[in-house]
């Protein structure tokens, strides 16, 4: 129900690593699924990752898959977003979403939007 909140953000290069971050307020967060996504500049908010509320079930974007690992940590109301070995192609701003009901992997599905955190990636 809370709004998520992302931090972890950075400017880093090729190859580099990043760990995002998305924790919300009250019980409720730990009993959602919940989805990464992200937005570069001019282009649509586009699916990364996706976690059930459990953890036991994940899915990615093909474009991330085998770099990302998407947890959760439900005592601490938090979801991590492990990124290795980035590119100038992941460079966007990541936003995580919870409140999900529909099709995981489409961004309508989603009602509570956190702010987002940019990840900027040079060559």
């Known amino acids: 129900q809370g709004q998520p909140v992302e931090s972890g953000g950075g400017f880093v290069q090729t190859g580099d690593s990043l760990r995002l971050s998305c924790t919300a307020s009250?019980?409720?967060?730990?009993?959602?699924?919940v989805a990464w996504f992200r937005q570069a500049p001019g282009m649509d908010r586009l699916f990364v990752a996706f976690?059930?509320?459990?953890?036991?079930?994940?899915d990615y974007a093909y474009s991330v898959k085998g770099r990302f690992t998407i947890s959760r940590d439900n005592a601490k109301n938090t979801v991590f977003l492990q990124m290795n070995n980035l590119t100038p192609e992941d460079t966007a701003v990541y936003y995580c979403?919870?409140?999900?009901?529909?099709?995981?992997?489409?961004?309508?599905?989603?009602?509570?939007w956190g702010q987002g955190t940019q990840v900027t990636v040079s060559s």
């Open positions: 976690i059930t509320s459990d953890g036991r079930n994940t």
């Open positions: 009250g019980r409720t967060f730990s009993s959602e699924s």
């Open positions: 979403a919870s409140g999900y009901s529909g099709r995981y992997r489409f961004r309508d599905s989603y009602s509570n």
